[in-house]
């Protein structure tokens, strides 16, 4: 039996390390939003598996041995002798955001199947997390995860469900109605302010956090990077989470620590605050360095940062 179940697109990243505006010095990382859960969960001690696709090609097997000495279970990831492993690149754009650039149409992941799925082994895990990413890379991929959701749904499995809008994926309109749907078949929405932004263009994020806990999940949680978050029960009970401040790197994959460490968090049994505020020090911890995998926490870290960041609010309140 295992924690968590991730299912998605692995993204082998290319990251620009160029001020200069040019585009010729990169750094590898590794990428792919519901990989980067997996590895996540695991560093902090649960016990995390993958389900995905991957090429026959050398993307594919680093992936795999990253996964490996991750300790993430890769017996659901199969390898597609006809398609290669996904990449994609993080160029600045002139106003110092950064932009993503896929190659990855027609990937091995793209072209999961539902036939790829093993109930009885996501019957047995404690939460399945898929994300709208894996929903928008293609059609197969879309059935496959709507095909994992109601075999954790029937078995009693928690379906975590992180939006992740990526405009360059689908039509915005095709995106919200994924994101709806799926609103209505999670147990705990994640969601940011710029996927909020990117589906209801300017709509207030508060009105729009109600309608999506009224729609069906446990919780929602909206993720608002170095501002902290808010939770959201279905009853309508709000937790405002702080954010801790740290010398922020790099953010890319900062959300995805978090979800993780929320559902970790969770599993262990912790209250809503609680995993949230274990959740923004492990996404807190991520943003610190460079790329989304390299500078994951492990559980002690994380625990030690918190720690050390009681000892401050404590002396603060007692001096
Ligand atoms: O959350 C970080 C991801 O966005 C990044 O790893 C790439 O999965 C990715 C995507 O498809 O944008």
């Known amino acids: 039996m295992v924690d968590l179940i991730a299912l998605g697109e692995p993204l082998v990243e290319f990251g620009a390390r160029s001020d200069t505006g040019r585009l010729d010095t990169f750094s590898l990382g590794w990428g792919g939003d519901t990989s980067n859960v997996a590895i996540a969960a695991a560093r902090l001690g649960a016990s995390a598996a993958y389900v995905s696709r991957v090429g026959d090609d050398e993307f594919g097997r680093m992936f795999r041995d990253l996964w490996k000495e991750e300790g993430v279970d890769t017996s659901a990831v199969e390898v597609d002798p006809d398609a290669p492993t996904g990449i994609y690149f993080i160029v600045p754009d002139p106003e110092g955001q950064k932009r993503f650039v896929y190659y990855r149409r027609g990937s091995a992941a793209s072209r999961m199947q539902p036939a790829d799925l093993d109930p009885d082994w996501i019957g047995g895990a404690r939460v399945l997390h898929v994300s709208g990413i894996s929903q928008a890379i293609s059609e197969a991929a879309l059935g496959t995860v709507a095909a994992a959701m109601e075999i954790a749904e029937d078995r009693g499995v928690m379906v975590s469900y992180d939006a992740n809008v990526r405009r360059q994926l689908q039509p915005v309109a ?53 501002e902290g978050s808010t939770i959201l029960t279905r009853s309508g009970d709000r937790t405002e989470v702080a954010p801790f401040e740290v010398d922020a790197a790099d953010a890319t994959g900062a959300g995805d620590a978090f979800a993780a460490a929320f559902l970790v968090a969770r599993l262990d049994g912790r209250d809503v605050a609680d995993a949230g505020r274990f959740a923004s020090a492990v996404g807190a911890l991520t943003a610190t360095g460079l790329g989304a995998v390299a500078p994951l926490p492990t559980r002690e870290q994380a625990e030690e940062f918190l720690q050390r960041e009681d000892a401050v609010d404590g002396g603060a309140a007692g001096g």
């Open 174 to 226: 095709l995106l919200r109605a994924i994101f709806e749907m799926s609103l209505g078949r999670s147990d705990i929405v994640f969601v940011s302010g710029e996927d909020l932004d990117a589906l209801y263009d300017g709509r207030p994020h508060d009105e729009l956090l109600e309608e999506a806990a009224d729609a069906g999940p446990r919780l929602v949680v909206l993720k608002r990077g170095a």
